[in-house]
């Protein structure tokens, strides 16, 4: 059985374990959690920005897939080569696509919405990551003030992830859900789609901000949590709202295994450093 095919079959947090296969061999025994970037957090996106974060020390980059447009960049397979060569050059991974554009083209209401969603479920597998963050903020916002769920975007949201959750399962890629959603409110969404394909991208800070508590939010989602990502605001990790110690004990306690994707800013303004920095902070806490 082929890892990634292995990586499917357990679902769950294991699915955010699926490698860049030509960064890294086989045979090499793959740490129970990896670091990765967001490309917007390091200002360096493509190529290029697969070079800062092995600059950075990480394992990874999570790559935007370009801004809105019918075809969006990361549907050129020109563009996946070029990817894919400087991910093996260097030895480095591609640890997930984030479709931060649902954020100003909701997904509920774009009309290139399911397009969008073809193409970086097949350009997700073509770079041998495994999760896509879908991203629900701004605009793409699934609650109303007063906390509410809005239900038409909510009905919306379900049936294009219906309809592409099938796309998902075969291509072996999960479209993980990020918002400011209870993980109840998550859960019930992921009830009504009905596929190992759709999950969550959990972000304890974004969580931690809407008075939610992550910890027993990430027990919750036990083998519903695909993804996470860690960040802290303004402040260094470990020196701001989130309590780390708490998240990393949720996350062993329903046996994560995959990406730590940094978000994280640059209180001194020195990106490579900070990012350094940041990566030791979580290394260290999960050694």
């Known amino acids: 059985m082929k890892r990634r095919d292995f990586v499917w079959s357990t679902v769950g947090g294991l699915a955010a374990a699926s490698l860049a296969r ?7 025994q793959v740490p129970r ?14 190529p290029g920005g697969l070079e800062v974060a092995k600059r950075c020390t990480l394992d990874g980059l999570e ?13 050129d397979p020109k563009y996946r080569e070029q990817l894919k060569a400087k991910a093996k050059e260097i030895g480095i991974g591609i640890s997930s696509l984030a479709m931060g554009l649902l954020n100003g083209c909701p997904l509920a209401t774009d009309p290139r919405g399911p397009a969008w969603l073809d193409q970086c479920i097949e350009a997700t597998a073509d770079l041998g990551a495994a999760n ?27 049936a294009r992830l219906k309809e592409a959750a099938p796309k998902a399962e ?17 859960l019930a969404i ?18 931690t901000d809407v008075g939610h508590d992550a910890s027993a939010e990430i027990r919750e989602l036990k083998g ?64």
């Open 132 to 158: 896509i963050l879908l991203a629900f903020f701004g605009a793409g916002d699934l609650r109303r003030n007063d906390g509410e769920l809005k239900t038409e975007a909510v009905d919306a949201v379900v």
């Open 190 to 207: 992921l009830e009504r789609v009905g596929s190992p394909a759709v999950q969550v991208y959990y972000d304890a800070r974004n969580s």
């Open 22 to 28: 030509e960064a890294l061999s086989e045979e090499r």
């Open 170 to 186: 075969k291509a072996r890629v999960v479209l993980g859900l990020e918002n400011y959603l209870t993980a109840k409110q998550n």
């Open 33 to 46: 959690i990896r670091l990765s970037a967001c490309d917007w957090s390091l200002g360096a996106g493509g």
């Open 63 to 75: 790559v935007s897939p370009g801004g809105a447009a019918d075809k969006l960049q990361i549907a």
């Open 224 to 287: 519903k949590l695909c993804q996470v990502h860690f960040k802290d605001g303004a402040s260094y990790l470990g020196e701001g709202k989130v309590n780390w110690e708490a998240v990393r004990d949720a996350l062993n306690d329903i046996g994560y295994k995959g990406w730590a994707v940094l978000e994280t800013s640059c209180p001194s303004k020195d990106r490579d450093a900070d990012f350094k920095r940041n990566a030791a902070f979580v290394r260290k806490l999960f050694a």
